[in-house]
T-cell receptor, first 112, second 112 residues
């Protein structure tokens, strides 16, 4: 399987704390994306980082990419209860279609 | 309009039934996807369409039959399914060439 691994599998923090999720993958990539999924619903794209980038920010999100280690991390700062969701990394290669391979996911619980 | 719509939201079908899932987007995306997601697992790619032509079939059983009637619509025809096919079926679309994917809310399928 080319599926990536994420850790931790589950993370429980209090509102206001930071949450860090890690993703490892196996193949060469063109880009790595992070998605959020609220319980049993569709996925929402959060951020895309290309293989020639090392760090990217979007609001309270910070993503890093280390292609030599085939790993990425997602940091959510000052978490809110609304951040409670599952988070997936997904690796993609360019071509005529973007074939994404999703990681195993991290379930984040943010409590008040 | 950055929305992908899917109908129905829920579907219960017997193993001898024939049913169809529908997906629609009006973002001008020329790549469309079907994913299958089991509970607490990541989405798994089933099919990819590029310019209304099937470009990737991830060895999906023939009881699943995709169709792309035009650039805005994607169908998944179901026939003689098995109980293990019960899952959340997600549709997505994107620009071609390694961009973020926009997901619909999914169809929750139960095969009895």
């Amino acid at each position: 399987s080319q599926q990536g691994e994420e850790d931790p599998q589950a993370l429980s923090i209090q509102e206001g704390e930071n949450a860090t999720m890690n993703c490892s993958y196996k193949t060469s990539i063109n880009n790595l994306q992070w998605y959020r999924q609220n319980s049993g619903r569709g996925l929402v794209h959060l951020i895309l980082i290309r293989s020639n980038e090392r760090e990217k920010h979007s609001g309270r999100l910070r993503v890093t990419l280390d292609t030599s280690k085939k790993s990425s991390s997602l940091l959510i700062t000052a978490s809110r209860a609304a951040d409670t969701a599952s988070y997936f990394c997904a690796t993609g290669r360019t071509g005529t279609a973007s074939k994404l391979t999703f990681g195993t996911g991290t379930r984040l619980q943010v409590t008040l | 309009d950055t929305e992908v719509t899917q109908t129905p939201k829920h579907l219960v079908m017997g193993m001898t039934n024939k049913k169809s899932l529908k997906c629609e987007q009006h973002m001008g995306h020329r790549a469309m996807y079907w994913y299958k997601q089991k509970a607490k697992k990541p989405p798994e790619l089933m099919f990819v369409y590029s310019y209304e032509k099937l470009s990737i079939n991830e060895s999906v059983p023939s009881r699943f039959s995709p169709e792309c009637p035009n650039s805005s619509l994607l169908n998944l025809h179901l026939h003689a399914l098995q109980p293990e096919d019960s899952a959340l079926y997600l549709c997505a679309s994107s620009l071609l060439g390694g961009h973020e994917q926009y997901f619909g809310p999914g169809t929750r399928l139960t095969v009895t």
